[in-house]
């Protein structure tokens, strides 16, 4: 079985930081490109980052410079380091396990809420 589960999202002021985990527990997860996506209310879920095997990365534009991916293998976790937040980085934060692969696995999700 494959789980993903977030954690670390939560409220945080505009300008401040919060680092997001994803943790999985299957053990394929050392050969599958990772991702995070994020979705708000009443829009499509929207690629925020992802990371190779290897640590190839790759960012949506508007968020180089702001959110970092990284693994740590040996804990078959991805993080998401989110600095300088603004209020339109509001949004569900899901983690996804072998994206551009035909099966990959999505987790529940976390909350990410930026005021002003």
């Known amino acids: 079985q494959v789980q993903l589960v977030e954690s670390g999202g939560g409220l945080v002021q505009a300008g401040g930081s919060l680092r997001l985990s994803c943790a999985a527990s299957a053990s394929i997860y050392s050969s599958r490109t990772m991702g995070w996506f994020r979705q708000a209310p009443g829009k499509q879920r929207e690629l925020v980052a992802t990371i190779t095997r290897s640590g190839d990365t790759n960012y949506a534009d508007s968020l180089k410079g702001r959110f970092t991916i990284s693994r740590d293998n040996a804990k078959n976790t991805v993080y998401l380091q989110m600095d300088s937040l603004k209020p339109e980085d509001t949004a569900v934060y899901y983690c996804?396990?072998?994206?551009?692969?035909?099966?990959?696995?999505w987790g529940q999700g976390t909350q990410v809420t930026v005021s002003s």
């Open positions: 996804n396990l072998g994206w551009g692969t035909p099966i990959n696995y």
